[in-house]
């Protein structure tokens, strides 16, 4: 555990119950709040998490809220996930599951190689959520724009309705886009992602210390990335097909 002091503030995200409480905390969006002690992370203060979708850890998408929040002050890190523990923390404005998304790819994208700064690499849902958070957990939106989301061990999401998103953030994670118009992101180590013609695929690939080095996107039917045929990036920044 690393406790680091940093002058300037940094965005963040942060998960909620339905009622904007967090562990009996209540907030509202607007607020600043302050902690008199000095925050640990996973002890006190403030929590909240640089990447978006690390919010998944503490917050399933489907029955919670989410924001995306200013912390300030003193604040405490682990090396597990992104998570932080601030002194002071603003709430600034709701974000819903499309904006974690965008925010997650904006997020990665910023941080690796650029490999194709035209393609596209966001869909917008606005419907159901489903999470499978749990080792070999599997998560399916199957409704219109709905978003299915697994961050576990070889977790699975699928996404088979209209403009559905589908994430699988875990180690091998693999994420399909079946409907019209939707989009699948694997962003995981050794992720991959497959999806009917049209729909989107955004993969990363990682190194042996799970850095970001390449993020790539695609659409099916295009530059010969075929349907229904699970895709994952290669060590140059490639999409290649996943032996069977």
């Known amino acids: 555990m690393q406790d680091a002091k940093q002058p300037e503030s940094i965005t963040t995200f942060k998960g909620f119950d339905r009622n904007w409480k967090c562990r009996d905390f209540q907030y509202e969006v607007g607020k600043t709040y302050e902690h008199s002690g000095k925050p640990v992370v996973c002890l006190s203060g403030f929590h909240a998490c640089e990447y978006p979708l690390d919010v998944f850890n503490y917050y399933a998408p489907a029955g919670s809220r989410f924001a995306l929040v200013e912390q300030a002050g003193d604040i405490s890190r682990h090396g597990e996930d992104s998570k932080g523990a601030s002194s002071k923390i603003t709430i600034k404005a709701e974000v819903n599951f499309a904006g974690l998304i965008k925010a997650a790819i904006k997020y990665t994208t910023s941080r690796c190689k650029p490999v194709d700064p035209n393609s596209p690499a966001s869909a917008t849902v606005d419907g159901g959520a489903a999470s499978a958070t749990g080792d070999g957990g ?32 875990g180690y091998q994670g693999a994420a399909s ?57 290669s060590s140059g920044g490639e999409f290649v097909e996943v032996e069977q």
């Open 138 to 169: 599997a998560a399916s939106a199957t409704g219109e724009s709905g978003a299915a989301s697994a961050t576990g061990y070889r977790g699975a999401a699928s996404a088979p309705g209209y403009r559905g998103a589908a994430s699988a953030t």
């Open 177 to 233: 886009a079946t409907g019209y118009r939707g989009a699948a992101m694997s962003i995981g180590v050794n992720g991959s992602a497959s999806g009917l013609k049209g729909n989107a695929l955004f993969l990363v690939f990682r190194d042996g210390d799970y850095n970001i080095v390449h993020a790539k996107a695609a659409i099916v039917g295009r530059d010969g990335i075929k349907e229904d045929t699970f895709y994952k990036l």
